[in-house]
């Protein structure tokens, strides 16, 4: 009997895994995952996500041989490597899930599509937990999440294996793999692969830390720990989000009332929110690249200012908390959904710059990057969704709530350290004189006192303003229902409260994830 392939993408587990229990049914199983050089090669790809995920195999390699079905690894481009296991071994059909990638990866498989139709082999493609392919409108796909949510799991099935005629290639390092990128570095303490330890963060999560995540998951100080760190593990698939979602319901039974129990209710509205974004960039994979809505297209894109975007990604902007949370990616890879979005707002309103190559920065920045959130996301932040409220968030304010005593600053900015108190949160405004004797003038970079580009508050009002001419013309306007039928969830005050089970008064709180102005 010829095996199926198992082409394992980033959906590295074996619980609650329908392709791989499609593959099982069929009879023996090759498990198969490309380490493919080009991806690596990617603007939005960086040494980070590669460590991440060579954590991630190797436990898996780990598991499938214990499951007596080892796990074949190969380098090289996907055609190629199917064509020299086809020629190795003849195999039945291929089985994978669907992948919301980037535009390389799309185009990555409608050539392996094309080879597929070549051999006469059937690739089968399961969706990606709620996620559904050519969709054309948000009818009816809550009640469609809500459903597959609800779905027992899929325990790990016995598979069958077949012998390969191939050995297993070594994971190549990240030096030879990408070798004119040899030299980038990676945050020292970003989080590490594998689903041991997703399993370890999950339950941590929902046994002690869940309690400080409603009213923690704001400021940066009490975010790292307040909020569930799942989302590498999400990206990458050692979590299924239905596994989440269940494991947090169950929770929730028991938890009785109390910040924990409200803590979890906030939590299950936030996980709604992974496959509704990543619906987005499956439903318009173009989102990746152009403006949502073609109405906003120049507004940015022929005023590119580099000095400012070097300010930015130096995390020199001036503006305090800013900077920190720049400084805080470099050494984690992680930032709490507040600071990204502050970021995002600072980089596209008053610095003004186009949300395409600070995205591609940021999703090297984000050990979690997953194209499906992180690009509607982006466009959401910026304003070109012409669906989303404007918002802007101002950095100082921010730091006034977020930050009042300083301290996260100072725990990541060297030169604020010496910044007095009374100057926290605008420190540029220091005369210079005092900004000399606290040795804050010309100390090298490590110490000297960055200077914002820009006057903030004008800068902002004239990007709001140039932002809402563009809303305000007819045409822009019209083009809006149309994004709205495509997009937009249709129960925008319920949905999300309704999985948590939360109170009346939650609900009306809520307003739907695509108002991300909610921050419990
Ligand atoms: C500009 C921008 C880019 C982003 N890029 C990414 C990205 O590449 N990958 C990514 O996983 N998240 C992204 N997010 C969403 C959010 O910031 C992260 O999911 C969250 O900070 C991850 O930490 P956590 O797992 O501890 O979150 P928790 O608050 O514990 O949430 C649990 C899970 O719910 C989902 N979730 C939470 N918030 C959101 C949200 N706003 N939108 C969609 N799903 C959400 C994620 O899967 C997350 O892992 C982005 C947000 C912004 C503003």
């Known amino acids: ?122 690739w089968t493609q399961h969706p990606s937990h709620g996620v559904v392919r050519a969709l054309k409108d948000r009818d009816g796909w809550r009640a469609h999440w809500a459903d597959c949510m609800a779905r027992p799991l899929l325990p790990v099935p016995t598979l069958p294996s077949a012998p390969w005629p191939l050995s297993s290639q070594e994971l190549p390092d990240w030096a030879a793999l990408v070798p004119e990128r040899a030299h980038e570095g990676q945050p020292p303490q970003r989080q590490r692969g594998g689903r041991r330890l997703a399993l370890r963060y999950l339950q941590g999560f929902l046994d002690d830390r869940a309690a400080r995540y ?4 704001s400021s940066p100080l009490s975010a790292r720990t307040a909020c569930s760190r799942l989302s590498p593990y999400l990206a990458w698939g050692c979590l299924g989000l239905r596994e989440v979602v269940q494991a947090t319901q169950t929770r929730m039974d028991t938890a009785g009332p109390g910040r924990l129990a409200q803590g979890l209710r906030t939590f299950q509205s936030r996980l709604a929110w992974h496959d509704h974004f990543i619906q987005k960039l499956e439903s318009e994979p173009e989102q990746e690249w152009r403006n949502l809505h073609r109405g906003y297209d120049g507004l940015r894109e022929h005023d ?8 930015l990604q130096a995390g020199r902007t001036g503006w305090p908390l800013v900077d920190a949370c720049v400084a805080q990616l470099r050494e984690t890879g992680w930032l709490n959904f507040r600071m990204r979005a502050m970021l995002v707002s600072v980089a596209a309103y008053p610095l003004w710059l186009h949300w395409r190559e600070v995205g591609l920065w940021l999703a090297r920045q ?56 009374s100057w926290l949160f605008e420190p540029w405004r220091m005369p210079p004189a005092l900004r000399q004797r606290l040795g804050l003038l010309g100390g090298g970079q490590d110490l000297t006192l960055p200077i914002p580009l820009v006057d903030l508050e004008l800068a902002s009002r004239q990007a709001k303003a140039r932002l809402h001419e563009r809303r305000a013309e007819p045409a822009v306007r019209a083009a809006k229902a149309e994004i709205l039928r495509r997009h937009a969830s249709r129960d925008p005050a319920g949905w999300s409260a309704r999985l948590a089970g939360s109170s009346p008064g939650a609900r009306r709180a809520g307003h739907g994830p695509d108002q991300l102005t909610l921050e419990l």
């Open 304 to 311: 590119w200012r580099a000095e400012h975007f070097a300010a």
């Open 366 to 421: 984000f050990l979690d990057y997953e194209p499906g959130i992180h690009w509607p996301q982006m466009q959401m932040q910026a304003g070109t969704t012409g669906i989303n409220t404007t918002r802007v968030y101002n950095p100082v304010k921010q730091a006034q709530e977020q930050d009042p005593q300083g301290l996260y600053v100072r725990q990541w900015l060297p030169w604020m350290q010496a910044v007095p108190d």
């Open 1 to 122: 009997m010829r095996p199926t392939l198992l082409w394992f993408k980033r959906d590295l587990r074996l619980q609650d895994h329908p392709a791989l229990c499609d593959a099982a049914r069929r009879g023996p199983v090759l498990p198969l995952f490309i380490v493919e050089p080009e991806a690596w090669r990617q603007p939005d790809s960086a040494r980070q996500h590669y460590e991440f995920l060579t954590e991630c195999l190797r436990e898996l390699q780990a598991e499938l041989g214990q499951a007596g079905c080892p796990l074949l690894v190969q380098v090289g481009e996907a055609c190629a490597v199917l064509e020299r296991l086809w020629q190795a071994r003849h195999f039945e059909a291929l089985v994978s899930h669907e992948e919301t990638g980037n535009d390389w990866s799309y185009a990555r498989d409608r050539a392996v599509a094309a080879w597929c139709r070549s051999r006469g082999v059937r």
């Open 214 to 217: 409603r009213g923690g998951i």
